[in-house]
């Protein structure tokens, strides 16, 4: 089954604790992307990938890094820079003309 | 220039009823406006999209009417069921360049049975 899996499900983080959600994509497309949902906002994109070892700011880009030094993955690291990182946190990858495919989440939480 | 506005953001209608969700957006450039369904805990899906080149788009019980002039466009859903009860987003995106959807905010729709 072609798909996008992310994971965990589930990340607690602690105070000045930098977490890494993975990514990975089965689906041979080019471009993935990491957004971020919070309760009546819709979704607000933090970075981008376009190729391989090749990315973009998007939005909302302080506080996080990610890499992508293959097409299939393409993880974010949440670092202790970003102040407020509860949320839902949704990875997408595209084949071009808009068709984009989203996993199904990781939920982090600060403790 | 790249924000879409998504109204209502919440919305309850009856069984068999018609669901109407409305979104505008700003930037002229945009050419593909898709909407997504998403479920509690669960990744958005692409639900039915469309290009300006057309007003209207149907699949099955779900409607994109578009209008370019006034920059608006909506989903409708009729004959509504309670498993269409989710949050719908409504977004846009240049097919140019770096394709990068931009999201309205949300409409959480429930289906009264």
């Known amino acids: 089954d072609g798909g996008i899996t992310q994971s965990p499900k589930y990340l607690f983080r602690k105070e000045g604790q930098n977490v890494t959600l993975s990514c990975e994509q089965n689906?041979?497309?080019?471009?993935m992307y990491w957004y971020r949902q919070d309760p009546g906002q819709g979704l607000r994109l933090i970075y981008y990938?376009?190729?391989?070892?090749d990315f973009q700011k998007g939005d909302i880009a302080e506080g996080y890094s990610v890499s992508r030094e293959k097409k299939e993955s393409f993880p974010l690291t949440v670092t202790s820079a970003q102040k407020n990182p509860t949320a839902f946190y949704l990875c997408?990858?595209?084949w071009g003309h808009g068709g984009y495919t989203f996993g199904s989440g990781t939920r982090l939480t600060v403790v | 220039q790249q924000q879409v506005k998504q109204s209502p953001q919440s919305l309850i209608v009856q069984k068999g009823g018609i669901s109407i969700i409305n979104c505008a957006y700003e930037?002229?450039?945009?050419?593909?406006f898709p909407w997504y369904q998403q479920f509690p805990g669960k990744g958005p899906a692409l639900l039915i999209a469309i290009r300006p080149d057309v007003s209207e788009k149907k699949e099955g019980r779900f409607t994109i009417s578009f209008n370019k002039s006034a920059k608006q466009f909506s989903l409708h859903i009729m004959d509504s069921q309670p498993g269409d009860s989710a949050t719908y987003f409504c977004?846009?995106?240049?097919?140019?360049?770096?394709?990068?959807?931009?999201f309205g905010q949300g409409t959480r729709l429930t289906i009264n049975p």
């Open positions: 930037n002229t450039a945009f050419d593909y």
């Open positions: 977004a846009a995106m240049k097919s140019q360049g770096a394709q990068k959807l931009v």
């Open positions: 990938s376009q190729i391989v070892n």
């Open positions: 997408a990858s595209s």
């Open positions: 689906l041979n497309h080019d471009a």
